[in-house]
């Protein structure tokens, strides 16, 4: 995964939405124009904005007397597991693939192989397509494959044993591949250090045909009933194991109505900033609403601004997160966003009208 993802981009568009109670630890500043945007359309502060050192913010971070604890995404080797909010082999352990199980919900079958037991070509694998296989850990549909004929095994293990080589991998999860599926949902919530459990939203995944993520859609007024018998299980196991914060698990449906866990992301989920804009787009009557990490646009943020303002100022287009990039000398830049309309209808029409303006979706 990039750099600039990592440390600009995804840090950027978690920032814009974190609110004024907690910093956040970026190190890479985002550009003076978004954050002159975030001032004026996320009541963003920018009391919350703490910068750090690449190179020492975990050391910095383990000598500082005012930090105590730092909520983490994922579990850093580097910093203390006291200065961890939630301890860090426990979290580790609940981002693994191969914990899906314990959840006591219903999920697809699947096997877990430890490689250090068991060598990577003597792993018996489904003698029919389509099946899974699963790094333990991953992001973004990074680390899963979907296996639908022999080539795709092969290209599989080649990309394994390369994870192998650098001992970046010990533990895979082959699953069952769910068939017949109608929709594939992230379902966010919130539980709080006294098992108490708050909402967020559900989206409605979009994934490309190698199942890597590319965003989601949500209704703000449909209601989150169908999953709360999965939400009990799943926030009844994460405090009994010690966890809080925000917790997404994907679901899909069948055409039979089953609803099969496929993954659990004990962290902010990609599309967590798009569901908490919830009341701030049914103020201006915006239902539906699509979030994408992949729009881009030719110029300057600036002049972004400049040609979208009448969207931007009308709510049909927020944006979270921006980088500008140069390329044969033309400048252009790439935003985490979204597009949001009165009905699903409205909101295509809206995403049509960017697209004529100059905002595409890149391959």
């Known amino acids: 995964m990039s750099i600039d993802k990592i440390c600009q981009k995804e840090p950027w568009k978690n920032l814009a939405v974190l609110g004024n109670k907690l910093p956040g630890v970026v190190i890479s500043v985002p550009p003076e124009s978004l954050l002159e945007y975030w001032r004026e359309h996320f009541d963003f502060a920018g009391t919350q904005l703490e910068l750090m050192d690449g190179s020492t913010y975990l050391d910095d971070l383990n000598q500082s007397i005012s930090t105590n604890n730092v909520i983490t995404l994922f579990p850093f080797d580097h910093l203390q597991p006291e200065k961890h909010a939630v301890n860090p082999d426990t979290h580790y352990r609940l981002l693994s693939k191969a914990t899906l199980a314990e959840l006591g919900v219903?999920?697809?079958?699947?096997?877990?192989y430890n490689l250090k037991q068991v060598r990577l070509d003597q792993i018996p694998l489904p003698s029919q397509f389509p099946y899974l296989i699963k790094t333990s850990h991953g992001l973004s549909g990074e680390g899963t494959y979907i296996i639908r004929s022999s080539n795709d095994l092969n290209y599989c293990l080649e990309e394994l044993n390369k994870y192998l080589k650098i001992n970046l991998l010990e533990t895979i999860v082959v699953s069952e591949f769910v068939k017949q599926v109608i929709q594939n949902y992230c379902v966010q919530f919130y539980v709080n250090k006294q098992g108490e459990t708050l909402l967020i939203g559900v989206t409605q995944q979009l994934v490309s045909a190698e199942g890597n993520y590319l965003g989601g859609i949500i209704d703000y007024a449909n209601s989150m009933s169908k999953f709360f018998e999965m939400i009990?299980?799943?926030?009844?196991?994460?405090?009994?194991?010690?966890?809080?914060?925000?917790?997404?698990?994907?679901?899909?449906?069948?055409?039979?109505?089953?609803?099969?866990?496929?993954?659990?992301?004990?962290?902010?989920?990609?599309?967590?900033?798009?569901?908490?804009q919830r009341h701030e787009l049914l103020k201006f009557n915006k239902t539906i609403a699509k979030y994408s990490s992949d729009y881009r646009m030719e110029g300057?943020?600036?002049?972004?601004?400049?040609?979208?303002?009448?969207?931007?100022?009308?709510?049909?287009?927020?944006?979270?997160?921006?980088?500008?990039?140069?390329?044969?000398?033309?400048?252009?830049?790439?935003?985490?966003?979204?597009v949001a309309g009165e009905t699903l209808k409205e909101m295509q029409q809206i995403e049509q009208t960017l697209q004529h303006q100059g905002l595409h979706l890149t391959d």
């Open 106 to 112: 219903l999920c697809p079958n699947y096997q877990t």
């Open 232 to 276: 009990a299980a799943v926030e009844n196991y994460a405090y009994r194991q010690g966890y809080f914060g925000v917790i997404g698990f994907d679901v899909l449906e069948t055409k039979d109505g089953e609803l099969y866990a496929i993954d659990a992301n004990f962290r902010i989920n990609g599309s967590t900033p798009l569901c908490l």
């Open 300 to 338: 300057t943020l600036d002049s972004i601004r400049s040609t979208l303002k009448p969207q931007l100022e009308r709510k049909e287009f927020l944006i979270l997160s921006a980088l500008e990039r140069v390329k044969y000398g033309k400048i252009y830049t790439e935003i985490y966003g979204i």
